[in-house]
């Protein structure tokens, strides 16, 4: 896998403490997108799956974690290894959010083992491509052309909570010995200042 940086705790794209996990490489290139450094796969953030898994697991033996939050980056341009890893992360939590350029309709028309296999193990898929015309500040979205598809019923409660309790969205800054990241969705127009590497919608 290509893995930019892996979060904990994240509190704002998602309810409780997540983890999040940033994916390289998106052909995407939307208009806007606060995250271009992660459009390119990098050699040296190779892990594989099971070094992956390790480190999240390492987090979860002192820490309780309450889902997980994958961006990027688009993950379903990983999707084999991301087929791979999913099934792991359901072992510490089954609220798995995913951000996707793709559109859920896009995804189920595939005839594509490793992503039906994605999509039976993901609780919310937030879909769609970033339009920047479109951030209106909608909660955890970056663009309101996105959907919030909630796809394990079972998480429809929590999810519904979560979003009526929100005003506004809000952003949290990690220090990190590179720098700065800044995560959560941010407004139209945000640059990032060269410490400020972090990521805003999908
Ligand atoms: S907004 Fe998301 S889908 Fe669009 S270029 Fe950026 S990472 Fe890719």
């Known amino acids: ?26 052909s995407r290139h939307c208009s806007g997108c606060s995250n271009p450094e992660l459009w390119p796969q990098d050699p040296k953030n190779e892990i594989t799956v099971s070094r992956l898994f390790s480190l999240i697991r390492q987090i979860s033996i002192s820490n309780p974690i309450d889902g997980f939050t994958l961006s990027g980056g688009e993950p379903l341009e990983q999707s084999n290894a ?9 072992q510490i939590s089954p609220d798995i959010l995913i951000y996707t350029g793709f559109t859920l309709d896009e995804l189920r028309k595939k005839q594509n083992k490793a992503i039906q296999n994605i999509l039976s193990h993901t609780a919310v898929l937030i879909d ?19 959907t919030i598809h909630i796809l394990n019923p079972y ?12 005003n506004r969205n809000q952003i949290q800054n990690f220090t990190t010995p590179s720098g700065i990241i800044s995560v959560g969705i941010h ?4 640059s990032k200042p060269e410490s400020r590497k972090g990521k805003n919608h999908e």
């Open 82 to 90: 991301l087929s791979e890893l999913l099934p792991f992360l359901a």
């Open 155 to 166: 998480y429809r409660a929590r999810y519904q909570q979560y979003l009526s309790e929100q």
């Open 1 to 26: 896998m290509n893995i930019a940086r892996i979060l904990y705790p994240i509190r704002v794209l998602g309810p409780g403490n997540r983890v999040g996990v940033w994916f390289c490489g998106c």
């Open 187 to 190: 407004h139209r127009g945000f």
């Open 128 to 146: 769609g491509s970033y339009d920047e015309a479109r951030n209106d500040g909608c909660i955890l979205r970056g663009s309101s052309n996105q």
